[in-house]
């Protein structure tokens, strides 16, 4: 029986995997500290974040102090 070998594809597609969990708990990690904190309550209290730029309302996203340049993230994260 041989070994299994984890061909180009596979090795590419789990780390497009990995890069954008590690993107996602980098992200949570960044809007959790205020609250870590207890500066505030909610991420989404925090004037300064940008952790409304990923919420699903267009009116949350617009109100945003900081906008995001969604062309540079990762594809996971554009909305």
């Not at 789990?14 to 870590?36: G, T």
């Not at 102090?65 to 594809?75: G, M």
């Amino acid at each position: 029986m041989m070994a299994c070998r984890m061909c180009t594809a596979c090795f590419c597609r789990i780390e497009s995997i990995l890069s954008r969990l590690i993107s996602a708990w980098r992200l949570q990690y960044m809007h959790l500290n205020p609250v870590r904190k207890e500066l505030v309550k909610r991420p989404d209290d925090w004037r300064w974040s940008s952790y409304n730029n990923f919420a699903l309302d267009k009116a949350t996203v617009a109100a945003c102090p900081i906008q995001i340049d969604y062309v540079r993230l990762p594809l996971g994260y554009q909305v």
